[in-house]
């Protein structure tokens, strides 16, 4: 069965220090693996997805992730952290079912950003 | 990027009423929607995946009869929680893509806070 894992509930970091929030996964077969943003009482936004190709994924608003098969990780990474990055990151692996492709999510990581 | 709507953002009823819950793709077609629920501090839970004219596929343990769902167009699908109770209390969150190909991105909509008193 497929699976992803967030270990950390919570990420603190200082404004202007880069920030990891991380994510690992179990699959089998080829993972497709997604990076969301949640802001409070909000949807979802897309940030990046890794598909195939460069294991270095760029995305929305600087973040970037680093997909390592030998590892099973798909880390989010920022070099510089914002106040206003401040908010739910959930980590989630595509998978077929139900006639459908469907997501599985981790349970998320709170990151906090402080001036 | 696409837009998803839903309405109302915020609903507040009485135990053992109904609620209907909207969710509309507004500048694309979106042939596949998704419902998920989300707890307090928890991750979201697919509740059910919709096509368009078709029967929606239901998780394990989610109750068909209590949630219907009903995707009747392309831009539209509906969640009515039935005879709602307080522990039906919850985040309720839609999702749709538009083309039914793999990888193509799911839109969220903006999520609707249920309370159930």
């Known amino acids: 069965a497929q699976s992803v894992a967030q270990p950390e509930d919570q990420v603190n970091v200082a404004e202007g220090n880069p920030l990891t929030v991380k994510c690992t996964y179990s699959?089998?077969?080829?993972?497709?693996l997604f990076w969301y943003v949640q802001y409070p009482n909000r949807g979802l936004q897309f940030l990046l997805k890794?598909?195939?190709?460069?294991?270095l994924v760029k995305g929305s608003y600087g973040f970037e992730a680093e997909f390592n098969k030998s590892q099973t990780s798909f880390h989010l990474k920022k070099p510089s952290a914002l106040v206003s990055d401040s908010a739910l990151y959930f980590c989630?692996?595509?998978?077929?079912?139900?006639?459908?492709?469907?997501?599985?999510f981790g349970k998320g990581t709170k990151l906090s950003v402080i001036p | 990027g696409a837009v998803v709507s839903q309405h109302p953002s915020w609903v507040i009823c009485k135990s053992g009423t109904s609620v209907k819950i909207e969710c509309r793709s507004l500048?694309?077609?979106?042939?596949?929607m998704f419902w998920y629920r989300q707890f307090p501090k928890q991750s979201l839970m697919l509740m059910a995946t919709?096509?368009?004219?078709?029967?929606?596929?239901?998780e394990q343990g989610v109750e068909k009869d209590k949630f219907l769902i009903n995707h009747a167009s392309l831009t539209l699908s509906t969640l009515t929680v039935t005879s709602a109770h307080p522990e039906d209390s919850s985040f309720y969150i839609c999702?749709?893509?538009?083309?039914?190909?793999?990888?193509?991105?799911?839109?969220f909509g903006p999520g609707t806070r249920l309370t159930v008193l």
């Open positions: 999702s749709a893509r538009s083309k039914p190909g793999t990888f193509n991105e799911q839109f």
């Open positions: 699959v089998s077969g080829n993972p497709y």
């Open positions: 890794y598909i195939t190709g460069d294991n």
């Open positions: 989630a692996l595509l998978y077929s079912g139900a006639g459908s492709y469907q997501l599985t």
């Open positions: 500048d694309f077609q979106a042939t596949t």
């Open positions: 919709s096509n368009e004219g078709s029967k929606a596929t239901y």
